[in-house]
């Protein structure tokens, strides 16, 4: 915030602080939209562009990782108008229960997960899609993770540096990347066609390479500073904010389903109960995003208005615009959706 605007705002208490109001303060909604971090780029510009559609509606945009998103809802209890999230999947494992607090979702965008590094990041004149595992098991090299407990994003990163061993054809490159790394370390259990990594409850680095936040774009501020050299990130996020970006293969970069062309799938395991009704698992498949309307929502007919313009109005042109791109919206239960949203989707 800048002076001009800090001077502003003191100005406006000042006179309310008197007593004294010249203009009739129009009535607005707080319309308010939690959304995965990755996402917040884009939607500080659909919260600007919405809110200059809909003067009467104040949009309130709040990040966290893409669990977090929801758990806000389903266990926290609070009041949110739109949710969004970078894996829509979360959308029916979190929000269907009992009791439920929603019953549809819309997929609305796409994504890939890459590198994300700065121009002096040590081995920055190195690293490329055939070294990067090897560069990232060196001593001096630090490294960021989101926390997968929270967030879509840190579960993605175990997935693929794990599919990395069938892709590269070496079992050593999680071990070596994360291996001694937490206080407790993270197991991962093979089976003929499938690699299971286990989460422990606490989840605490042990003070050396490793750097853990609670969502992706924490992670950038300990980037561009240069607290840790690499970090897994989405490739809109890294685009925006400038980043040096190197891509991965389409086989582990989980932005498609080529995947399913190497001999294991992969899946991240909570090893603890810690939602109240379910033990989540996440399984690899491609990064769609998600976003719902709680049956708790404050503000349902705003809520709809705002949806309509996100998936089918300006704000698919600012998404595309800000790096993320879209795809044409789809839902698990046409039957569930309010009828204004019904009008966007192929049933």
Request: proline share 6%.
């Amino acid at each position: 915030m800048n002076r001009s605007h800090i001077a502003a705002i003191a100005v406006i208490v000042l006179v309310l602080g008197s007593g004294i109001w010249y203009a009739t303060r129009p009535e607005t909604t707080t319309l308010t939209v939690i959304c995965a971090g990755s996402l917040l780029a884009s939607m500080d510009h659909i919260e600007e562009a919405y809110e200059a559609d809909h003067p009467d509606v104040d949009v309130l945009i709040e990040g966290h990782g893409s669990i977090q998103v929801l758990r806000q809802v389903a266990e926290l209890g609070r009041d949110a108008d739109v949710l969004a999230v970078a894996d829509y999947s979360l959308i029916p494992l979190l929000m269907y229960g009992d009791p439920p607090h929603s019953d549809w979702y819309i997929q609305f965008a796409t994504n890939r997960l890459g590198i994300a590094y700065r121009p002096d990041s040590a081995y920055a004149d190195e690293i490329n899609q055939d070294t990067w595992y090897e560069i990232f098991s060196r001593d001096d090299v630090a490294l960021g993770l989101s926390d997968p407990r929270f967030d879509a994003s840190g579960y993605r990163t175990l997935m693929i540096v794990q599919l990395a061993e069938d892709y590269y054809d070496d079992p050593t490159i999680f071990e070596d990347i994360y291996g001694g790394q937490f206080t407790t370390p993270i197991d991962v259990e093979e089976t003929p066609d499938e690699y299971v990594i286990k989460i422990p409850e606490i989840l605490e680095t042990s003070g050396g390479r490793i750097s853990l936040r609670g969502s992706s774009v924490q992670l950038l501020s300990l980037l561009e500073t240069g607290g840790i050299d690499y970090a897994f990130e989405y490739e809109n996020v890294s685009e925006y904010f400038g980043l040096e970006f190197l891509p991965l293969p389409s086989q582990i970069d989980l932005g498609n389903d080529d995947f399913t062309q190497l001999e294991h799938s992969a899946r991240v395991r909570l090893a603890f109960q810690r939602f109240a009704s379910i033990t989540p698992e996440f399984k690899a498949h491609p990064t769609i995003y998600g976003l719902t309307i709680p049956f708790e929502a404050p503000h349902e007919d705003e809520a709809r208005d705002f949806v309509e313009f996100l998936i089918a109005g300006e704000g698919r042109a600012i998404f595309k615009e800000t790096y993320l791109p879209t795809m044409d919206p789809e839902t698990d239960a046409y039957e569930n959706l309010p009828a204004q949203l019904k009008n966007l989707i192929e049933e």
